[in-house]
């Protein structure tokens, strides 16, 4: 939970209203001079207009140097940040022949594949060889290649279910996905933090959408409760069928999902689940299978298993893991398993050989050394992060952390400061999270070395006091020591 202070809320609200004043008042004078300039309408309504496009505008774009920075190698635990300037106040951005190695504490390469690897990389080139990069073909056409089939099999057995489906694009696979599974009379009940490609997935379906507090197994009850026994709009008809969609871990709060008492509830009142498991899978566990493996509950109990190879596989595209039946079906009807592409063999190989890893399966147990690392290196971050009196969200074990900044001007203070400093983080504000939660998120990785880890937490500590983000000082940091140790 969140613990805004009263004063940062007020001096934050105080912040964007006095952003949005000079916005309006400049874009109130933009108006005049154009209008004073040219009268010549062309008859079109403007494609671009509103609100967000003001946000862009007025807000994004003064601070748009610490989004998108461009990057020159492997997102590896160190990575180089192609440096750029500007000529005209960031409005434009040009990139400069330099880069500027930095440590990396903003790519969601948790088990540190998707860096050069011993076992992945040969045979990742070995697959471009055989099959090139591209398919050319949708998957019921020609484009199932072995690769497809044998990653299919792999990853329901990985997960624990019957059978899985393999998509290009892991925001397609909710997108899409969820359309094909209900519609008009279904009803989707959905966190009020789940990912966009969730919210986008949900509307497109065309099924009515409700929304539960975030986390909240007993709101979500009482939004079921209420919901059965309401129906369907106007006709008051029973729902077709009911689905509920969570995350395993919330990729901008870093939280566990409270999926036992979900799935109780859900149980209960015969819901079938929906657990996107994007930042969660190969990221948490014993042995990387996920929240569910984390928190003792059996995937029989999981109706939907959704997932990315994005994250901790270091590759590309998206997986629906569940029983034969629902597998076959969206096979015969989903659109993106049969109008689009299919995934690019090195990227399915990719996948295949980094979950062969994380099972031992490559004859070393570098798997579970990752595994290991990843858990050691995200408790003891977010640890000391704590310590020095950071509000970091989320829990423990989850590689994922949010350090909150709350005031617009902190952002990019934060952002360029630490980068000056050669640590390069990732910056989150509105529409990605609440206008007044804006944060940094710092994702682990366990390819960072403890020397690693201190070096970013002592840029962090140092660049903290100096934004003035430590809003819950408590004992000075012992990483210090930790560092002396080493030594
Ligand atoms: C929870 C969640 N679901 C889906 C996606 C989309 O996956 P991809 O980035 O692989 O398209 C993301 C991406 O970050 C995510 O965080
Ligand atoms: C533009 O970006 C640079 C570095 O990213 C920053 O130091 C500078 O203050 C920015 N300029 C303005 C006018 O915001
Ligand atoms: C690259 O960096 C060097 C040394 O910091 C500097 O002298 C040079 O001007 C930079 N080049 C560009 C194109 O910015």
């Known amino acids: 939970m969140v613990r805004l202070p009263y004063l940062t809320a007020l001096t934050t609200l105080f912040s ?28 079109y309504a403007p494609i671009c207009l509103g609100l967000e496009d003001f946000y862009t505008r007025r807000l994004y774009l003064r601070i748009q140097d610490c989004f998108g920075r461009p990057i020159a190698s492997a997102p590896d635990a160190w990575f180089d940040v192609v440096e750029r300037y500007s000529n005209d106040n960031n409005k434009t951005l040009h990139r ?11 790519s969601y390469n948790y088990l540190g594949f998707a860096a050069a690897d011993e076992y992945c990389t040969p045979h990742v080139i070995e697959s471009l060889r055989k099959y090139s990069p591209g398919t ?4 019921v ?3 199932t290649t072995k690769l497809h089939t044998e990653l299919e099999e792999l990853v329901a057995r990985f997960v624990g279910k019957p059978a899985a489906i393999l998509f290009g694009m892991g925001y397609v696979t909710n997108s899409a996905i969820i359309p094909a599974l209900i519609g008009k009379g279904g009803l989707i009940i959905s966190d009020s933090l789940n990912h966009n490609s969730i919210v986008n997935g949900a509307r497109g379906s065309g099924a009515t959408v409700r929304v539960f507090q975030h986390n909240n197994p007993s709101h979500l009850e009482e939004v079921l409760r209420e919901q059965i026994a ?6 008051h008809r029973p729902w077709k069928k009911i689905i509920v969609i969570v995350e395993g871990i919330y990729s901008m709060e870093g939280e566990l999902c409270k999926l036992p008492e979900i799935i109780a509830v859900c149980k209960k009142y015969k819901a079938y689940t929906y657990l996107d498991e994007a930042h969660s899978i190969g990221a948490v566990g014993k042995s990387g299978r996920g929240v569910c493996e984390l928190l003792g509950v059996d995937p029989a109990d999981v109706d939907i298993m959704m997932g990315t190879f994005t994250k901790s596989f270091g590759s590309c595209g998206g997986y629906i893991a569940a029983s034969k039946e629902i597998i076959q079906y969206l096979k015969y009807t989903c659109p993106a398993h049969l109008y689009a592409t299919s995934m690019s ?10 979950i062969k890893i994380i099972l031992g399966e490559d004859g070393s147990n570098r798997g579970a050394q990752k595994l290991a690392r990843i858990r ?7 640890s000391e992060l704590q310590k020095m009196g950071f509000e970091v969200l989320g829990d423990n074990d989850s590689p994922v952390m949010p350090i909150m900044l709350y005031n617009p001007a902190k952002i990019p203070a934060f952002s360029r400061e630490c980068l000056r400093q050669n640590v390069a983080v990732v910056t989150v504000a509105f529409p ?28 962090i500590s140092k660049v903290g006091d100096l934004v003035g983000i430590k809003y819950f000082p408590a004992e000075p940091p012992k990483y210090e020591q930790d560092r002396k140790k080493l030594e």
Do not use: M
């Open 16 to 43: 964007y209203g006095l952003l949005f004043a000079f916005g309006q008042l400049r874009d109130f004078f933009r108006k005049l001079i154009d209008w004073t300039k040219s009268k010549d309408l062309k008859g």
């Open 96 to 106: 400069t022949s330099n880069t500027t190695k930095c440590l990396n504490l903003g």
């Open 136 to 139: 050319c073909s949708v998957r």
């Open 141 to 143: 056409d020609g484009g």
């Open 230 to 235: 309401e129906g369907q709009p106007r006709t």
């Open 345 to 354: 063999p090195p990227a399915v190989q990719q996948v295949i050989s980094a």
């Open 376 to 382: 050691e290196n995200s408790n003891f971050f977010r």
């Open 432 to 459: 990605a999270t609440p206008l007044l939660l804006a944060r940094a998120r710092i994702c682990i990785s366990a390819s960072h070395s403890r020397e690693d880890l201190i070096k970013g937490l002592e840029v």
